[in-house]
């Protein structure tokens, strides 16, 4: 299939590439930014009048609920939703039931996914068995199989030692880990921030301490191994600290945030919303700037939708007895464009915390244009107002903070491998 885009303002975070410019796709590549290649006779042509054409969205945390987990969502329709989002790579965390430990598993959700319209999909391979954090999966093998990192997801690693030992194993074999900060004592049956809300509304709490004294200890390994460390989800302002102190001492640290906690605080929970309760739990609003200007500075590499869709009847609950979580792989463009906005970033800037930047971290070929890439692209039309409503998104996951908000930025087209997997738009769509 040959594309023409035409006519579109074309955006490469990477390069710093801010043009309006024509696109030609073929045979799944880029093949001509700006100028078609000889003999280049399109079969299809997409007027992106109006429209940014920038790299497919590159996720580092969408739940795609199987194996196992298929009364919250499936793999197909959260792969679909993942397309409407813009997103055309995402890695999968390992909290599947059973939890991505072996193997077999992993090779499973590859192949059903490849045979399925969507984006391309990355493992997490679980770092120990049944994510008990007792004993190290077999990593290298994982590794094989096509995981593309190792992590607990939100399971707690209480023993240090398993720590250590999974450190000096991914050194070994130069893997990388992904751990979300948070001591499990410090953090035992809390819900919420410690903070004015918490103790107003008696819920009960987590403490900043309980990611801080973490990083502390995940910092000093990575110290004692060199082993390469990604922090995931961090949420407060002393926790963005540490690892800015990390990464100026020369730490092979990365990081990122999720993107509900770059616009919502602990004041959200006040009105016992359990679409609000998260892991980890939104935090007062002076973390909720560090973030912000983590990620200005560059401290924060990276955001991510966190995207993890529950059943309504997991949400029906007491924000206490409600089951955490929220969808957020359809809300990760206009959200990061909402907080572009808000604090006077440029496109590019913004679009690079969810492209290129993401690949690297994830060590994929992704989340850039230029010839010879791979032709994964997101048009989206930056002036699209749409209310979030459950009819609206895509996701069978329905649980969103925003619920009946308005957003500002819709994806039209979404094309991985060169083909067009979502189309919003079907007029600015002809064939040759």
């Known amino acids: ?55 497919g969205l590159v996720d580092l945390a969408v739940r795609l609920r199987e194996p196992g987990l298929e009364y919250k969502a499936t793999l197909e329709s959260e792969m679909h939703a993942a397309a409407v989002g813009g997103v055309t790579s995402l890695a999968c965390p390992p909290d599947t039931d059973p939890p991505l430990d072996e193997p077999g598993l992993v090779e499973m959700l590859k192949f059903r996914a490849k045979h399925m319209p969507g984006p391309r999909v990355y493992p997490i391979g679980a770092l120990t068995r049944q994510l008990k954090g007792e004993r190290l999966t077999e990593m290298a093998e994982l590794q094989e199989a096509g995981c593309m990192a190792f992590s607990q997801a939100d399971a707690p690693l209480v023993d240090t030692q398993v720590l250590l030992r999974a450190m000096e194993y991914a050194k070994t074999f130069d893997l990388p880990i992904w751990l979300r900060p948070q001591d499990a004592h410090l953090a035992r049956e809390g819900v919420a921030h410690d903070g004015v809300v918490a103790a107003r509304l008696g819920f009960p709490p987590i403490p900043v301490p309980a990611e801080t004294v973490a990083i502390s200890t995940i910092l000093l390994l990575v110290r004692e191994t060199g082993a390469r460390v990604h922090l995931a989800r961090l949420s407060s302002r002393a926790g963005i600290e540490m690892v800015r102190r990390a990464k100026h001492d020369g730490l092979p640290i990365t990081c990122d945030v999720g993107v509900h906690h770059i616009h919502l605080s602990e004041m959200d929970t006040a009105g016992f919303d359990a679409n609000c309760h998260l892991v980890p739990p939104l935090r007062s609003l002076r973390d909720r700037e560090a973030i912000r200007r983590g990620l200005a500075d560059g401290t924060i590499d990276a955001v991510c939708s966190d995207h993890a869709p529950v059943d309504e009847d997991a949400k029906e609950l007491p924000f206490q007895e409600a089951e955490a979580g929220a969808t957020g792989v359809e809300l990760l463009l206009p959200l990061t464009l909402k907080w572009a906005r808000e604090a006077g970033l440029s496109l590019h800037q913004a679009l690079g915390f969810i492209s290129h930047r993401p690949a690297d971290i994830l060590g994929v070929d992704g989340g850039r244009l230029a010839v010879g890439r791979p032709a994964d692209l997101c048009l989206f039309d930056p002036e699209s107002a749409w209310i979030v409503s459950p009819s609206n998104l895509a996701s069978l996951g329905k649980n969103s903070p925003y619920l009946g908000l308005e957003m500002q930025g819709r994806v039209m087209f979404t094309l991985i491998d060169g083909h067009l997997d979502f189309r919003r738009d079907p007029q600015r769509l002809r064939h040759a």
């Open 1 to 55: 299939m040959k594309v023409h885009i035409r006519n579109g303002r074309v955006i490469d975070p990477a390069s710093g590439l801010d043009a309006v410019q024509d696109v030609y796709v073929a045979a799944s590549h880029i093949v001509g930014v700006g100028s078609a290649p000889a003999d280049f006779h399109a079969n299809q042509i997409i007027d992106a009048s109006g429209l940014v054409v920038c790299p």
